[in-house]
């Protein structure tokens, strides 16, 4: 797997072996939000094209939609986030991962953030 790239609205991308995104929100997002419970999916299927609202987070504190890191096509939801919106704040870098998407430009992934340049980007922000 390659490591996770990460854009300036906290979500994260890993691309896997077989060339699938999975795409999910930092730690940093889920700390900022706090206790989540409730996550709404894209549809299976769906066309994203990046930077659009792709999936909404509600925590007790707020709302937030989550905008698309890449391009591509929904190909699976991360269903166990419907009954356990919590995993997002256990392991949001793990199995708190949001959906996987087929990447329709690969290009856009190596213009996001690396890990070094993305906890740059959090220690602007305090």
């Known amino acids: 797997m390659i490591e996770a790239r990460f854009t300036e609205d906290h979500a994260w991308v890993r691309i896997d072996e077989d060339g699938i995104a999975i795409i999910g929100i930092s730690d940093y997002a889920q700390e900022q939000l706090g206790d989540i419970v409730y996550v709404q999916l894209p549809d299976l299927g769906r066309d994203l094209v990046q930077g ?15 905008k698309c890191p890449l391009s591509g096509r929904v190909i699976e939801v991360n269903e166990i986030l419907l009954d356990e919106p919590d995993k997002l704040n256990e392991a949001a870098l793990d199995e708190g991962w949001l959906f996987k998407v087929e990447p329709s430009d690969e290009a856009e992934y190596e213009d996001l953030m690396d890990a070094d340049d993305y906890e740059d980007f959090i220690d602007t922000l305090s």
Do not use: R
Request: proline share 0%.
């Open 52 to 66: 659009e609202d792709c999936t909404l987070i509600e925590s007790v504190k707020t709302t937030s939609d989550v």
